[in-house]
């Protein structure tokens, strides 16, 4: 649930940056309904039956869902920012992985943010204190702390998701943060100091105005007749007598 509301937040940040939501919506997604079973999944061993299935199949079912939403990180994986998002997925999955298909949770994390009843709680939980608890600084170890919105546990993975969702709807919406993750191809080359003169932005914005086609100032190519014309009159010149005076 938190992740979700950090993501809207993040959407919402797109307009306050000069950005377009507009142009998110117009983003063509591949394999969409496999991340809406994910969240359906999720949804259900969690919040709707979460009594209702033994601990080991919803330990199951828990690493169904994130194998799920690889695939559809995989399938869109052109998008920028993907790659945040994938990092963060993997940190929670091998974490959840090794952890018999729970997420490992800190109980002094749990305790600041309020839930510390969850760790006694016989139903299953996608977060939980767990004995021996393996990689336990993939696990939900940070905590927003009871009294404030949101407050609940999260993980590194948790954070690196939020980001890659940002870095995705900032450069995909046009927005001056996702502008400014963008690198000049000529850095690239070794050496190359980029040139932030006056006379070098003023040259830029000449070419700029000027129409497409051959430079303004290119030599203009010499007709050949009338090359012709001129080197006859020459002759004509010398041939001719001197006048009597």
Aim: proline share 7%; net charge positive; charged share 20%.
């Amino acid at each position: 649930m938190i992740l979700g509301i950090l993501f809207g937040i993040a959407l919402l940040t797109v307009p306050l940056f000069r950005g377009s939501i507009s142009r998110i919506g117009e983003l063509r997604l591949s394999h969409i309904g496999t991340v809406v079973a994910a969240l359906m999944l999720q949804f259900l061993i969690v919040t709707i039956v979460p009594a209702s299935f033994p601990m080991a199949a919803a330990a199951v079912i828990h690493l169904m869902s994130y194998g799920l939403t690889l695939i559809f990180v995989w399938h869109n994986r052109s998008i920028p920012g993907i790659a945040v998002l994938v990092a963060g997925g993997l940190m929670n999955l091998t974490a959840i992985a090794a952890n018999g298909g729970v997420m490992p949770a800190s109980p002094e994390a749990l305790v600041l943010s309020g839930k510390a009843d969850l760790a006694n709680d016989a139903e299953f939980n996608n977060s939980t204190v767990q004995d021996n608890a393996r990689l336990q600084i993939l696990g939900d170890i940070f905590a927003i702390p009871d009294g404030y919105p949101f407050a609940n546990v999260f993980s590194l993975g948790d954070i690196f998701l939020v980001l890659g969702g940002a870095i995705i709807v900032h450069r995909v919406g046009g927005s001056a943060l996702g502008r400014a993750g963008k690198i000049d191809p000529r850095r690239r080359v070794a050496g190359y100091v980029p040139d932030t003169s006056d006379a070098y932005k003023l040259n830029l914005l000449d070419r700029r105005r000027r129409p497409p086609g051959p430079a303004a100032d290119a030599p203009k190519p010499i007709r050949r007749d009338v090359e012709t014309k001129v080197h006859s009159r020459s002759r004509k010149r010398r041939k001719s007598p001197a006048p009597h005076r």
